[in-house]
């Protein structure tokens, strides 16, 4: 199960209703950050995210407006006392950034932060996820990220188990999340014995802020849900090219041309801020789309069902 | 006339209720801003302070949670036009550090912004106030600020107007707020020639971070207001000389010794979130202290009388 939580969904300036960039995923007491608008640290205490998680931290491209929450968030970590290291991804004058943030506004250091300069390709993988960085064309040097949930589990099959002569309990539940167990005579069960054919692994794009292209297209081929950049409207929509985002339309052409589940707007322009024709613009095209709201919720169990939660 | 509005009056990290430390001047539409707490871009938004106002930045010492929010202030101000020149006073790394903002995140460039390494003494003067900077002792090197209201005009005497043939009207109200002015036969009155003994001159002090010391003792002398930090209650008195803070029981103290008329205390720990036993205790000492709180606004006319309004 994986959480998305959408902690600022502003475009470039704060609003009331909106902080900037920022996504976290949240599985397993694990956390991936995407982003970190400017105030991120208020809003991690409100999604209510805790302080010693395991975490990961990768920036789409260095816009302030997508990185200036960065600093007081490390600020935070370390009065409440933090002690995990936190390792941060994103373009290489990330490095100098958090250096010089570090060395001039005495950000604390009860924990270890290490920066890593990333490229296209695979830059992460635990034990449940893969993050795989893409480039995308906004001005200058930008990312757009793939998280794959890598342990697909079919549904689980019970009579298969009793056929193994499992007990149901515990070991069915281990084996239903994808688990290997051993049982009291020492036979190992794989999870493949029990359960049907293993569906398509989760993936989940996230595309930072790019116009449209081919990275940003293969990358969300057969996702379950695209998180994109929508700045404009189509009445705007001489502002993308220059300013390297996407109307919504655009958006949502690519959510179709990569047949995707779902597509969540985020980043749209203050001008639109109840982002009404951001959304119906997008629908005209890609009916499956939905408004990211900060705070907002999505929880995708392992077969890639999901439910949105608004607060 | 002066408005000091509170944007920040949180301590090391911002809650639901306080945003972290910023104090705007705002006089003749010109806004002198002391510290720069994170997300203070929406702050200033909320205080409707207008983007193309003259301005300047006083920054009390380089720690995050005094200067997190000034990199998006100068995103949000380049983003929106801006078109004024921008100074930003305070200590020798500030420079290096908006540099590098400016080289690594984006900020924009539709206006200019300057940055002045400052020391103990006089670092600002218009036509209506003198900033004098002054050496604290917190964690590094640290500034206090004393604001000075340098032109005191006397209580406008009608009769003496009269008397000198001053045809009641415009002419009586530029008089009353200390201009000079030239009557149809070529006469130049000066203000002192109409209004009574001048008053002592306004001043405001705000101590930035720092322990009780005799530079801020002397720059409080008689002020009009006294702007302190008061971190610690007395139960937590033991971690305010460590950390370089106050108490809100030796921020009294000083009001006292140093004959403030006004306490207003700030940026006290978010352990004391309502902040009760900070005023309570410093009231035990100085009677006429007040919190800050966000959004507050204090309105001091020019003969030092204030007027307290709160959102």
């Not at 064309?137 to 079919?154: D, M, V």
């Amino acid at each position: 199960m994986i959480d998305v939580i959408f902690l600022g969904t502003g475009g470039s300036m704060p609003t009331e209703g909106r902080n900037l960039p920022s996504i976290a995923f949240q599985y397993e007491g694990q956390i991936l950050l995407f982003d970190c608008g400017e105030d991120l640290q208020r809003q991690i205490e409100r999604a209510g995210i805790g302080l010693n998680k395991r975490m990961a931290i990768f920036i789409s491209h260095m816009h302030a407006d997508h990185i200036l929450g960065l600093p007081g968030l490390l600020l935070r970590f370390s009065l409440l006392g933090r002690f995990k290291p936190l390792n941060i991804y994103g373009p290489p004058e990330l490095i100098e950034y958090v250096k010089v943030n570090q060395a001039t506004i005495n950000l604390g250091t009860t924990f270890e932060s290490i920066v890593y300069s990333i490229e296209a390709g695979p830059v992460y993988e635990d034990h449940e996820l893969i993050v795989n960085a893409f480039e995308v064309e906004h001005r200058g040097y930008a990312l757009g990220y793939q998280i794959i949930h890598k342990r697909p589990t079919g549904v689980f099959l019970p009579e298969k188990a009793k056929e193994l002569g499992i007990p149901q309990g515990p070991l069915w539940g281990k084996l239903s999340d994808g688990e290997r167990v051993v049982l009291d005579d020492g036979t190992v069960i794989d999870p493949s014995q029990v359960t049907g054919p293993p569906p398509n692994p989760i993936k989940i794009v996230y595309s930072g802020d790019t116009r449209p292209c081919d990275a940003l297209r293969n990358a969300s081929k057969d996702a379950n849900i695209l998180i994109s950049e929508a700045m404009f409207s189509s009445e705007h929509s001489h502002l993308a090219p220059p300013r390297g985002h996407m109307t919504s339309i655009e958006a949502a052409t690519i959510a179709l041309e990569s047949n995707v589940d779902l597509l969540v707007l985020t980043h749209y322009s203050p001008r639109y801020e109840d982002g009404s024709v951001i959304e119906e613009e997008a629908k005209s095209i890609f009916p499956n789309t939905i408004l990211a709201r900060d705070l907002m919720r999505i929880t995708i169990d392992k077969n890639g069902r999901y439910k949105i939660i608004t607060q």
